[in-house]
T-cell receptor, first 112, second 114 residues
Framework: DVKVTQSSRYLVKRTGEKVFLECVQDMDHENMFWYRQDPGLGLRLIYFSYDVKMKEKGDIPEGYSVSREKKERFSLILESASTNQTSMYLC???????????FGPGTRLTVT | AQKVTQAQTEISVVEKEDVTLDCVYETRDTTYYLFWYKQPPSGELVFLIRRNSFDEQNEISGRYSWNFQKSTSSFNFTITASQVVDSAVYFCALSEEDDYKLSFGAGTTVTVRA
């Protein structure tokens, strides 16, 4: 079974802090994605990566950056957390050529 | 522009009732893929179905069925004889040709009461 894990289920950070959200997949997938989920808005794509060291902006990249140094790991970075980044963050992965994505359990981030 | 619209925000039913979730999509591509995902209270999205644009045949899997109609750009999902375990948020999503990204609808929260 595909397994996507995220470093934390719940995280509380202060405004201005640098925040790292980690995602690891164990199925050798090429593609990895970061979404944020907000009520009434569904899932919105922040960034995605189709290979190591490659990244592309999604629909809402502002205020975020990403890092993919190893194939299995995709990190989302909030350089200076703000209260409007309080949200559920979901990581997903998929093999190349396949658009079905496998999701992690999510990290609920609260910025105070 | 929103590519996937799920007009129903919340649906509440009593156990054993049928429930239909609507999904309307928008794309200019002739080749595209439609998905449904379930998000139970635990939070992890679970893949339910993938359908390509060339296959309009309806599909049934146990108590779940899907009705794909290109003429109305709709991909509706029906749960027959609902159970409490069906309580979740359900998302419809679209993937366009040569694009690995998914565009999600806002989701429909289904509550099944015993």
């Amino acid at each position: 079974d595909v397994k996507v894990t995220q470093s934390s289920r719940y995280l509380v950070k202060r405004t201005g802090e640098k925040v790292f959200l980690e995602c690891v997949q164990d199925m050798d997938h090429e593609n990895m994605f970061w979404y944020r989920q907000d009520p009434g808005l569904g899932l919105r794509l922040i960034y995605f990566s189709y290979d190591v060291k490659m990244k592309e902006k999604g629909d809402i990249p502002e205020g975020y950056s990403v890092s993919r140094e190893k194939k299995e790991r995709f990190s989302l970075i909030l350089e200076s957390a703000s209260t409007n980044q309080t949200s559920m963050y979901l990581c997903a992965s998929s093999p190349i050529g396949v658009d079905e994505q496998y999701f992690g359990p999510g990290t609920r981030l609260t910025v105070t | 522009a929103q590519k996937v619209t799920q007009a129903q925000t919340e649906i509440s039913v009593v156990e054993k009732e049928d429930v239909t979730l609507d999904c309307v999509y928008e794309t200019r591509d002739t080749t595209y893929y439609l998905f449904w995902y379930k998000q139970p209270p635990s939070g992890e999205l679970v893949f339910l179905i993938r359908r390509n644009s060339f296959d309009e045949q309806n599909e049934i899997s146990g108590r779940y069925s899907w009705n794909f109609q290109k003429s109305t750009s709709s991909f509706n999902f029906t749960i027959t004889a609902s159970q409490v375990v069906d309580s979740a948020v359900y998302f419809c999503a679209l993937s366009e040709e040569d694009d690995y990204k998914l565009s999600f609808g806002a989701g429909t929260t289904v509550t099944v009461r015993a």
